[in-house]
């Protein structure tokens, strides 16, 4: 163990020093309740997941030989990556006249739309993001595979956590699936190279998150997990952990107070989310607002030699089902109309429950806020059809989609909602039942697949 004093931060106004002594230790937090408890020794990955001794949630925690697989899909997606976005992704054939597409050709359709807000989305979500998580796994799973350390590292891999839930390159796939069947009657569809790397990419980019193990990977980075505050006699404190949500080190309450930020990798912490129910009622309480105007204008209008025909979310569902396509009608009415619905009135059972002190449930409430911080990226798939839709059809007097008025709220919907759910403490949950327990003598193993 060694002592060591912090560089100085300021907090409320303040500069202080904060010393503690770091080490590791076989201690984990649960995610979602908080609790501390010890980690026991459980055998190969495949056979064995960790589970929280309070709220059964599972514990992420992996074993066995992670660097050569991630490192290996890693590359692999790099170099699809690259091929995806050099190439024809789609090509749309209606009679003698034939329109080809890149993967961005439907953000530089929302520009020439003057959909500029719209555009910065889609391009962060389907670019930019997605090659920043590839070149930032590149910089730390390939020199951690040949066991050297490289500068900002450690920085690096906490933005490359918060950054994660913006990327969406699965739900951009559904939206190609759902284009492809709405186009299919309409015109001829040609598969460029591009589409075929990009299906490959989110399959291998899944793969490499399924694979790594952020934990040991921190471990590597920073060996101390534990941070425990003294006093000014250099006495060790006596005092609740609190784990930090980006490298899941524990950190003394003390040092959180008077420093404010986790002494490993330098993310902000707080016992508690602040003004959490705050927040995610006001970001909720937007959403809702919004939602209307999302759902009364048009979402996209067509202009062919036929005239124009503008179509809301609803109708565009109706358009489906009345062509027979039961199976894409339900995928887009779940996700664009009943998945904002639910969270949001999810958003606002969680928060009016936590403020009243509710005890009952809380496992199931803990279910429902999972349920909606994981759903909630999905409902961006309307966007992404009309975005890809903007790219394809444009083939001047004889056909040309254009983005409606309704995209950008029910966008504004989705991110609205996204940070709603992250603004809101699952911890709050559980401490309306009172303060966690001792340290459990260790979480629970069963026989079930371990979710790195």
């Known amino acids: 163990m060694t002592f060591f004093t912090s560089s100085p931060k300021t907090v409320s106004g303040t500069v202080r020093a904060t010393t ?18 010890n980690v026991p020794l459980v055998g190969a990955c495949a056979q064995k997941v960790l589970t929280c001794v309070r709220c059964a949630q599972p514990l992420a925690l ?8 991630t490192a290996a899909l890693v590359i692999t997606g790099l170099v699809l990556f690259v091929i995806s976005n050099c190439f024809v992704f789609l090509g749309l054939d209606v009679g003698a006249f034939h329109h080809e597409a890149n ?16 555009a910065i989305l889609v391009f962060v979500t389907i670019f930019l993001f997605p090659l920043f998580e590839l070149m930032a796994l590149c910089y730390l799973v390939l020199p951690c595979y040949f066991g050297v350390r490289l500068p ?16 969406m390159l699965e739900i951009f796939l559904l939206a190609v699936l759902v284009t492809s069947v709405k186009l299919g009657d309409m015109a001829t569809i040609v598969l460029g190279v591009s589409i075929v790397a990009f299906f490959a990419l989110v399959a291998v980019l899944g793969a490499a998150y399924w694979c790594i193990n952020k934990r040991d990977l921190w471990a590597w980075l920073h060996p101390n997990n534990c941070f425990v505050g003294h006093d000014e006699q250099g006495h060790k404190l006596t005092e609740r952990l609190y784990d930090c949500d980006v490298c899941h080190a524990l950190v003394g309450e003390s040092i959180i107070v008077h420093h404010g930020f986790c002494p490993r990798c330098d993310n902000q912490l707080h016992t508690r989310k602040p003004y959490s129910l705050q927040k995610t009622l006001a970001y909720t309480v937007a959403a809702i607002i919004l939602y209307f105007p999302a759902n009364i204008l ?13 179509d809301t979310i609803f109708s565009g569902v109706a358009v489906l089902i009345a062509h027979g396509l039961w199976g894409i009608a339900a995928v887009v009415f779940i996700a664009s109309l009943v998945v904002p619905v639910a969270k949001l009135v999810i958003l606002i059972y969680l928060v009016w429950s936590v403020s009243q002190g509710h005890t009952a449930g809380m496992k199931q409430r803990l279910w429902l806020f999972k349920m909606t911080e994981w759903v909630g990226r999905w409902s961006m798939v309307d966007v992404f059809v009309v975005t890809l839709l903007t790219g394809l059809v444009q083939f001047g007097f004889l056909g040309t989609i254009t983005p409606g008025g309704a995209l950008l709220p029910f966008a504004a919907v989705v991110v609205f909602t ?11 949950i559980w401490d309306a039942a009172g303060a966690q327990e001792p340290i459990f003598m260790g979480a629970r193993a069963s026989d079930k697949p371990c979710n790195l």
Not at 298 to 310: D, I, K, Y
């Open 418 to 428: 996204m940070l709603a759910a992250h603004a809101f403490d699952p911890r709050l």
């Open 103 to 118: 993967l961005l050709s439907g953000v530089w359709g929302l520009i020439h739309s003057d959909n500029i807000p719209l």
């Open 298 to 310: 048009p979402v996209m209008t067509m202009n062919t030699l036929m005239g124009e025909r503008s």
């Open 152 to 167: 900002f590292q450690i920085t690096l891999l906490r933005w490359l956590i918060k950054a994660a839930p913006w990327s």
């Open 20 to 37: 503690f002594e770091h080490s590791h230790q076989d201690l984990m937090a649960c995610d979602e309740c908080g609790q501390v408890q």
């Open 62 to 69: 992996g074993q066995g030989p992670w660097r050569e697989k």
